[in-house]
């Protein structure tokens, strides 16, 4: 198997501590010779000066690549483009393109602008309009939450594929056979991209339970199981969380997957866990 290409997501922080203990970790895992790390965007742009200077701040310490999120929701097509435009000016020349949630947390449907880009497929054709962006845009191999059915959400990739779209970056997911079917059934529909599996390695199992149920990923009882007892035993929580995602990784490796995005959530132990306990920290480092 040849070496796989990695990119890891970061959140913009909010505390001072919180900065410093990011930029540490993208400093650990830039080890692993990302070929992007990518910043989130705040519900409704609600965080574009935090993503810009985060994106700033891990410039100044770091030659790997950035890009940005942008979301489309809550805002005017306008005032997106002169984000697109403003990352553009600082070097940023990959975004991950989302059509974004409601800004208020519990809200059904997107909170659309009367003026603005209506969908994902929208925002790209925007965005390649200004400017040479490479674009990455979600993927949901178990169907967005308001989706209707496997076919639309084939077929809403295939639109934001035709309008420029570069990669495609999965939700977290825990069953492999779900991604592995997912690829095969765009592939056969004529989706040509790389899609490009994501993997949360789980920092705490009662937070991924509570947000899973928002975001309509599955988490199989196995992965439930794994954590039983564990609850105040962080070494034993780490070692199960590590092995379940190195589990992952495994698989899709054998099954052709070479590349792999990871919510890192900010930190990097669990990251960096993962990948040398499926070998490929030291595939990174024997290349290097």
Known sequence: MSKPELSFEYFPPKTERGSGTLLETVNRLDALDPRFVSVTYGAGGSEREPTLNTIRAIKSGSATRIASHLTCVGQSAAAVDRVARALWAEGIDKIVALRGDPPQKGATGAVLHPNGYRHAA???AGLK???????????????????????ADIENL????????????????FDTGVFLRYRDTAAAAGIGIEIVPGILPIQNIHTLLNFS?????????????????????????????RDIAARQVDELRRAGVDAFHFYTLNRADLTLDVCAACGIAAEHRAAA
């Not at 070494?235 to 199960?240: E, G, P, V």
């Open 122 to 124: 929208e925002l790209v």
């Open 129 to 151: 309009r200004i400017a040479d962006f490479e674009i990455s845009v979600g993927a949901f191999p178990e169907g967005h939450p308001e989706s209707d059915g496997p076919q």
């Open 158 to 173: 295939k639109r934001k594929v035709d309008a420029g779209a570069d990669r495609a970056i999965t939700q977290f997911f």
């Open 213 to 241: 149920a928002d975001c309509g990923a599955h988490v199989p009882d196995w992965v439930v199981r794994s954590f039983d007892g564990l609850d105040g035993d962080a070494k034993a929580s780490h070692a199960a969380a």
